[in-house]
């Protein structure tokens, strides 16, 4: 992974492969960012006006190289937009920040060492600059024979403090961070042959090993003797079995001690089932256990972390395939709840493996449990490609996890869980359907999972539907493939529990 360090050089004196600075976008052209003075300095004051004859103008996401003149000990300077200026001196954005750095970090693949002078004005700044850097730099290659570009090797962090405690912090929070979202990259974007729920529950296992978490992985055997008819469902039709993974981290004990569930949507691979997918739907399909992914690297965070908070992940392990074994339409399962439903479509099977993992997770009795799953199409066509769903049982705790998403820069949007569509799961065969009415369909598998949470636990549902996986180009820090959508807010959440603000 690429290494981050914090450095008290000038920009002009430290070695390294490029040296990036911020521009922001001014009323009358492009405006050099607060951290770039002595870079400003070898222009002879002239960086911006260089700048805009290069057609740059500061806006955000915006990359700009230039020969470095002498002076500087950097032979490239990149320039890279922070859109607006903030106001009257305040702080800049973080997400503007983060973004500005990502952009910065993916331009630099390749490279060995980037200087980073943006506008580190406090140690939240520095982090969120450190993150966007790490989060930009990645790149996944695994499966390439060639090789191909290698991410940006060094990171040194200009205008922090080492030796100061809130900087270090920030600095080592910003890594953990990323390499736990970068964890859930990797895993995402590996093809589905060789990430099957079994290899998962291995990899699982691993992670717990090597930070002290306790794990325990039920396989179809125990599956089938537990009662848990909706993993086996879904699963088996695969000649890849199913498997539920119970990651716990105990970081609080005593009276008082908070303890969130995180229940994760673990298909491996989507073919819709019986109900098979039509041509040109099933090429991202290994993407849909992007909510296991976000769960396990969460619980792996807040142990890295040492978070004073008990989190417990569930990981809901199957691919769903269409075979002589596989569930069909109109087939009736009995959940592990004991509730009966009959399956309408098979392609809507990430409920049914969630639905079995909530109710586990509910017996626990935690002080919340949130879920996590690319579990709609309607929820994309509701928000688009950047912004996932947040549904709750408690308006207040949807509210707090919306604001919670936003304080760290992942889109969201709070969503309804009208009591009216309920109506259109009702089945004359089995207590419940797995199909509502198709307008709305993302609310009503929301209010489907809600059947499932044990009475009197606040509960929230993340559709990650769209973010999860990016089918288009790069921006910001966030490359094309996985994402590891959710992570941030969900270690945010787990942070602020553990400091008893939010549970």
Partial sequence: MTAL???????????????????????????????????????????????????????????????????????????????????????????????????????????????????????DAAQAVAEGALLGAYVYTAYQSSNGKAPLAEI????????????????????????????????????????????????AQEAAKEHGLKIEVLDEKALVKGGYGGIM???????NPPRLVKIAYTGAKGRGAKHLALVGKGITYDSGGISLKPAGHNETMKCDMSGAAAVLSTVVAAAR???????????????????????????????????????????AEGRLVMADALTRASEEKPDAIIDVATL???????????????????????????????????????????ADLRKAMDSPTADISNMGERMGGGLAAGLFLKEFVGEGITWAHLDIAGPAFNESGPFGYTPKGGTGSAIRTLVRVAEKAGEGELL
């Fill in 5 to 123: 360090t914090l450095s008290t050089s000038s920009a002009a004196a430290l070695r390294a492969d490029a040296v990036v600075v911020g521009v922001t976008k001014g009323a009358k052209g492009p405006e050099v960012a607060a951290g770039a003075e002595a870079v400003d300095q070898a222009f002879a004051g002239r960086l911006a006006a260089t700048l805009e004859t290069l057609g740059a103008s500061g806006a955000e996401g915006e990359v700009t190289k230039l020969p470095a003149p002498d002076g500087l000990k950097s032979p490239v300077v990149l320039a890279v937009g922070l859109g607006e200026a903030p106001a009257d001196g305040a702080a800049y954005d973080n997400e503007a920040l983060r973004k500005a750095a990502g952009a910065a970090a993916r331009a630099l693949s390749g490279s060995k060492k980037a200087a980073y002078a943006l506008p580190v004005q406090d140690a």
């Fill in 156 to 203: 040194a962090l200009l205008g922090a403090k080492p030796r100061d405690k809130a900087y270090k912090a920030a600095a080592e929070r910003a890594a953990v961070i990323a390499a736990e979202v970068n964890r859930a990259r990797d895993l995402i974007n590996m093809p589905p042959n060789d990430l099957h729920p079994k290899s998962f529950a291995a990899l």
């Fill in 233 to 239: 469902g879904v699963g088996q039709g695969s000649a």
């Fill in 305 to 347: 972390l040492g978070l004073p908070v008990n989190v417990t992940g569930w990981l809901a392990l199957a691919e769903n395939m269409p075979s002589g074994s596989a569930a069909r339409p109109g087939d009736v399962l009995k959940m592990y709840s004991g509730k009966t439903v009959e399956v309408l479509n098979t392609d």
């Fill in 376 to 418: 709609t199409g309607a929820m994309v066509l509701a928000l688009g490609n950047r912004t996932f769903g947040v549904m709750a049982n408690d308006d207040a705790f949807r509210t707090a996890l919306h604001e919670t998403a936003t304080e760290v820069g992942e889109q969201s949007w709070p969503m309804p869980l009208p």
